[in-house]
């Protein structure tokens, strides 16, 4: 046959032929193809190949090449493989006088592309950072190119968000995660929040709000009493025990009345707070009453009572000292500045560990040659559990000063305050020269040491709670 035409010879363009989406996800075999065109003479070999095997014979078709309008050619073959292997990326290569083409061809697509989004885990709110994440996942993508959005209230969000995919799903094509962190003011004020995906032949949109996730079961939280012990610092340094009780999650305080009481029915008189904004948008209020220590390390009992417009009947709530089993006074050892850090000179940190205690309260501060420092000049971390039976706790607490103030001499004391001490105080001091002179004190010799300074401290603060 002889084929008269006008167009110039030219190399082939192809074009990958894979499954569409929606195809039956039961098909098996999986077909594929590959599509040359506008090429000239008509002469093309097609052959196929994979990662593995780079000549694959099994399950290949060609189909006669056809004249185009234009007086090129068009030519196709086909590959059939098992459903299991459809997610392999296959490789389709023509060979033609005016120069070879290879074309990659996607993982066939099956099954119908489904779209989820789920709400907050409402326990992560409880963390000190007060997020949680909502997540959007789609799957049974036909493609890699995909677009996700997220939306607040109707606007696109920027921040917050972690995606990860398009990754390959095996035969269900290729699936896209999305997470977006939201704080619980935004979640519990029913905000909006919107995933969007486009991608090609699938195009969607999932909101999802407080109001969305529990319809018609939401409603307002419930006023509700929290009794808040006094800690040892206040009873140590006050002589009495400052008792709260924080009424929470009120509409107004508009009404609000709160009153303490003793075992034996006798008021106690109670400073109520000024109402605060709590993250949910309520109102919080403090009600706090001072009794004595002495009564309160007894175990005596107290009462708060609370009434409120919104509440059908006062709420009441008992508050007395807990009774501490296997308690353990502390032990104090301090540290100064690594030789690594002072040969920087530019800080020096000295730092108190405090450890083998329970109760967990306790209190600690620093001294600079007997003067009390500000608190914002060092670092308290809270008590750890460091052993469960019996149960011990440990903390320790780091002060940065320059490295010349170091090198100057001055002492630093680490002043620990624990109900189970002998004198409910103790305190350990360090200073450049008894660090290269004496190294470390024995821990016997250190207490006999600071006798005498601890129980100065001791009179001095005695002296102040009772001025």
Not at 151 to 174: A, Q
Not at 321 to 342: C, D, G, M, R, W
Request: hydrophobic fraction near 35%; include cysteine; glycine fraction near 4%.
């Amino acid at each position: 046959m002889v084929t008269v035409t006008t167009a110039s010879p030219a190399a082939p363009s192809l074009f990958p032929l894979v499954s569409s989406c929606g195809a039956d996800p039961s098909q098996d075999p999986v077909a594929m193809g590959c599509l040359a065109k506008d090429f000239l003479p008509d002469s093309i070999k097609f052959s196929w190949s994979d990662d593995k095997n780079p000549n694959i014979t099994d399950g290949v078709k060609k189909f006669p090449s056809v004249l185009n309008t234009v007086g090129t050619y068009s030519a196709t073959t086909q590959l059939l493989v098992p459903a299991s292997k459809a997610q392999t990326i296959f490789y389709c290569l023509a060979e033609h006088p005016n120069g070879n083409k290879k074309i990659e061809i996607p993982p066939a697509c099956t099954g119908e592309p489904s779209m989820t989004i789920r709400p907050p885990a409402r326990d992560q709110f409880l963390e000190p950072n007060k997020t949680s994440t909502i997540i959007c996942s789609v799957k049974n993508l036909c493609s890699q190119a995909v677009t996700l959005k997220w939306l607040k209230d109707g606007v696109e969000v920027s921040s917050g968000i972690h995606t990860e995919g398009p990754v390959s799903s095996g035969p269900n094509g290729y699936s896209l995660l999305s997470e977006l962190t939201v704080s619980e003011k935004d979640w519990d004020n029913d905000r909006v929040y919107s995933c969007k995906v486009e991608s090609k032949n699938f195009s969607d949109i999932r909101n999802i709000s407080k109001s969305f996730e529990c319809g018609s079961d939401c409603s307002p939280p419930e006023i509700g009493a929290l009794l808040i012990p006094p800690n040892f610092f206040d009873i140590y340094i006050r002589k009495s025990a400052i008792l709260t009780c924080k009424v929470i999650n009120m509409q107004s305080a508009e009404g609000l009345n709160v009153i303490w009481t003793k075992e034996d029915g006798s008021e106690l008189k109670t400073s109520i707070g000024d109402p605060k904004v709590q993250s949910n948008g309520r109102l919080s209020v403090d009600a706090t009453t001072s009794v004595c220590a002495d009564e309160w390390e007894r175990g005596d009992k107290y009462t708060c009572k609370v009434t409120h417009p919104e509440l059908i009947f006062p709420l009441k709530k008992t508050l007395t000292k807990e009774p501490v089993t296997n308690s353990h006074a502390p032990s104090v050892y301090i540290f100064p500045p690594p030789s690594e850090q002072l040969a920087l000179r530019e800080a020096a940190t000295v730092t108190c560990l405090v450890k083998g205690f329970n109760p967990p309260d306790l209190f600690i501060k620093w001294l600079s040659n007997g003067e009390e420092l500000n608190a914002s000049k060092y670092i308290n971390t809270e008590p750890i559990l460091e052993s469960s039976q019996p149960p011990l706790y440990f903390a320790y607490s780091t002060l940065n000063i320059n490295e010349q103030e170091w090198n100057a001499g001055n002492t630093y004391t680490c002043l620990v305050g624990h109900e189970k001490l002998p004198l409910q105080v103790t305190q350990r001091t360090v200073d450049k020269s008894t660090v290269y002179l004496d190294g470390f004190v024995d821990a016997e010799e250190e207490d006999f040491y600071n006798l005498w300074t601890t129980a100065s401290t001791f009179i001095i603060l005695f002296l102040l709670s009772l001025f």
